[in-house]
């Protein structure tokens, strides 16, 4: 009478182990899905940070800026050149895309351009600043080919 009992409980022993080991995958397969999933979440929210930093950096620095900032090709380079003067000299801040890096110097007018000598703000691939009309339009790219886009009024300097 025990071995008839015992034959007639294996059916749903069988049953529960196959669903037990059915949720296990599942439990698994999602998880395996879900950490890839935050994976680009995470890398893509830290690069779109890192445009939107380097984008609110230079719209500081543009309204900073006493005088009308102006693009300007140096070395071949496209810069952003943010003039500053004293009572004895002329100073400007260079903006410009180096070796994969934005990059930002502070020097004197006359001095000669030097690409290596500027302080790294933020790894980008492109960066494209535009004087139209009363507007600076900032364009940068990051590395991974996102790019965002800003404009900042010009301040009016009397003549």
Known sequence: MLSSEQNRHTPDMAFVLVLFFLFALTVFS???????VYA???????????????LGYLSN???????????????GT??????????????QTLIYL????LCEK?????DDFDLSA???????????????????RISVTAPSGASLNTAVALPEVAP
Not at 46 to 54: D, H, I, K, S, V
Not at 61 to 75: L, W
Not at 121 to 132: G, H, L, N, S
């Open 118 to 136: 500027g302080m790294p703000i933020v790894e980008a691939a492109a960066f494209a600043p535009a004087v139209t009309g009363g507007l600076l």
């Open 106 to 110: 502070l020097t004197a007018a006359s």
């Open 98 to 101: 180096s070796d994969g890096w």
């Open 61 to 75: 620095k543009v309204r900073q800026c006493p005088n009308t900032p102006y693009c300007a090709v140096q070395s």
């Open 30 to 36: 999602l998880s395996a899905v879900s950490g890839g």
């Open 40 to 54: 680009r979440t995470t890398d893509s929210m830290q690069e779109n940070y890192q445009l939107r930093t380097a």
């Open 78 to 91: 496209l810069c952003l050149v943010l003039p500053e003067k004293t009572a004895d000299e002329s100073y």
